[in-house]
């Protein structure tokens, strides 16, 4: 039976885990695309949740067997899915065949590369070994040896005092930048080992009386014995004093490794392709800020112009009112040109918290989903601190960034995704989530909602911004360009305040972001702009039609969002080849 002849006779409609009554799923769908009937759904969530239970399970850092175990993990569902026959699938069936056997390459690559990262640290953390060897035998449930147990750790107590000794010996200015990256990367990995080491010792400690008799002292000094090594390893490797901002020193994968990832992300283009993209891109946006300049007054002076909406910001205290106008105002747009569903249950739902100064180191600006996280300035800041957060967070900035965190943008993504194909969320990307939202700003900007140039040079920033992340990303990663140099290029091309850069570089580098998350948001909203062409430029789709099916599709890379829509014909070994680049 049919999915339309099953509502048909029920009275409802299946949708993803729900069942939504017929006249809720007419609201919702605006599109001849079924939802939700894909025959690999319930694999899909039987290996998304086999891998979460397995992750908890292996959940030491960098061990040697946790990698083995998830070799074997993914290597056994790629031959259960060689097993299917893949003729006899749906369309729908034989997407969810692809991306997930996409993501089991992925991962496996990932493994190898881990290998290669765990073997540039194990100079630094030589007792690793033995601290994932003490959980592994506590979750195998095998007994204690508390005097074995005390000596261990007494050496490795020892162990680490010696490697601190010789670290704080080596000369700050003669660390290389190679060393500070493993030495950064080995900082977190030893806060991850203490963590467990510590979960081991919970378990035994007071429980077991020879095991405390044995090893209270020991494990005492190991424990001291690591900190200290880790402080020693910042100051001395890292170049970070007792107090200082971590340094921005990033961890880059190489170009072989942003082909793996632009592989997985299933972008059919090379790292130096994606980056004259975006200098291509960065004209036009010249151009743009030149002509709304010359509207405001600034001839063609386009950082004059910016200076002055940097200055537009409204008082303390006034912050929500503003994004509370903005949302209406976005979602009054939307709705008057009929671009895309909005429950009125989506509307209804968000909410705004206001971000403390700690997170606004690393997050300058708006976060957003469900709950909209707003950057302002607070009274415990510093003045300099205050004015940037003012500059930074004006409103014509905010125009654009309120509908990329609310409606039409996060909050109205996660609302649907939350009750459609659900089982997608194993193949989630930043090229889905971040391009969605970044493609209303590009639409919008088609459609008119900047009316006055002030509201088009804060769009203007946030384009160039994403397009600057493109060239940084890429360009860190590949080993031609310094973190430092980023920054720059931030606060001299995109006319960032020099802070919000420093935070922004911080978090695409020492954060927990994959090396594509940050060129994911121009590219993606880039390849939805060019099946927006092909689909509702061409007339086949109303815009309303193309937004709800994306939506409805669930979370994939967009070239799988382009064999959804088109019918385009899949096969079990298929490849990214779309060209969305306009000559």
């Keep these: 039976m049919t999915w339309k002849a099953s509502a048909a006779r029920c009275g409802t409609l299946v949708v993803g885990l729900c069942v939504l009554p017929v006249a809720l799923a007419a609201q919702l769908s605006s599109t001849n695309i079924a939802v939700g009937n894909s025959e690999l759904r319930d694999s899909v969530e039987v290996f998304t949740t086999d891998r979460a239970a397995l992750s908890r399970r292996w959940a030491v850092n960098y061990s040697t067997q946790r990698r083995e175990r998830f070799r074997e993990f993914y290597t056994h569902w790629r031959e259960r899915l060689a097993r299917i026959d893949f003729d006899a699938l749906s369309q729908e069936g034989r997407i969810d065949y692809v991306l997930l056997d996409h993501r089991l390459r992925s ?25 994932t060897a003490f959980e592994e035998a506590r979750r195998r449930f095998e007994p ?4 074995a147990a005390g000596k261990i750790l007494s050496l490795m107590a020892a162990e680490a005092d010696t490697l601190t000794k010789r670290v704080k010996a080596k000369r700050t200015d003669s660390v290389t930048r190679a060393e500070r990256i493993v030495a950064l990367r080995t900082v977190a990995w030893l806060g991850s080992l203490q963590s467990s080491l510590r979960d081991w010792n919970r378990f035994y400690g007071g429980y077991d009386p020879v095991f405390t008799w044995w090893t209270r002292d020991p494990y005492r000094r190991a424990n001291e014995s690591i900190t200290k090594y880790s402080k020693a390893i910042r100051e001395s490797l890292v170049g ?18 942003l082909a793996e990832d632009l ?32 509207e405001m007054g600034f001839g063609d002076d386009w950082r004059k112009a910016l200076e002055s909406v940097k200055q537009a910001y409204v008082a303390p205290g006034e912050q929500p009112a503003l994004v509370r106008k903005l949302a209406e105002e976005a979602l009054a747009f939307i709705t008057s ?32 989903g469900e709950v909209i996280q707003v ?10 601190d205050k004015l940037m957060s003012l500059r930074g967070n004006n409103p014509h900035f905010a125009l654009a960034t309120v509908h990329h965190e609310l409606i039409p943008g996060h909050h109205l993504q996660g609302f649907m995704t939350s009750r459609y194909n659900t ?40 384009r160039s911004h994403r397009l600057a992340r493109i060239i940084f990303s890429l360009q860190v990663h590949l080993g031609r360009m310094t973190p430092q140099e980023a920054v720059d290029m931030l606060v001299d091309r995109v006319g960032h305040e020099r802070a919000n850069a420093e935070a922004e570089v911080r978090r695409s580098f020492n954060g927990s972001y994959s090396p594509l998350y940050q060129a994911a948001y121009m590219l993606g909203g880039l390849q939805i702009r060019a099946l927006h062409r092909d689909l509702v430029g061409t007339g086949r789709m ?13 979370r994939m890379p967009i070239e799988m969002v382009r064999a959804r829509l088109t019918g385009a014909p899949l096969t079990r070994d298929y490849r990214a080849s779309w060209k969305f680049i306009e000559p």
């Design 107 to 131: 991962e496996l690559a990932k493994l190898a590369r881990e290998d290669k990262l765990a073997g540039e640290m194990a100079e630094l953390v030589p007792f690793a070994g033995q601290i």
């Design 144 to 147: 204690v040896d508390g005097p």
């Design 240 to 257: 970070q004093r007792e107090g200082e901002e971590e340094p921005i020193i990033g961890d880059p994968i190489g170009e072989d490794g």
């Design 263 to 294: 592989d997985a992300e299933m972008i059919a283009y090379t790292p130096d392709e994606l980056i004259a993209l975006a200098e291509r891109e960065f004209t036009w946006i010249e151009q743009e800020q030149k002509r709304a300049a010359l």
């Design 337 to 368: 040109r009929d671009l895309v569903t909005v429950p009125a249950l989506a509307n209804e739902v968000w909410r705004m918290e206001m971000m403390s100064p700690r997170q606004q180191l690393v997050s300058p600006f708006f976060l957003g």
């Design 375 to 384: 950057a302002y300035p607070t009274d415990s800041m510093a003045h300099d």
């Design 423 to 462: 089982h997608r969320s194993a193949f989630n990307t930043p090229f889905w989530g971040e391009g969605w939202a970044l493609w209303w700003e590009m639409l919008l900007w088609d459609e008119g909602f900047a009316q006055s140039p002030q509201d088009r040079m804060g769009m203007l920033f946030w």
């Design 542 to 554: 109303t815009n309303k039609q193309f937004h709800d099916a994306i939506l409805q599709g669930g």
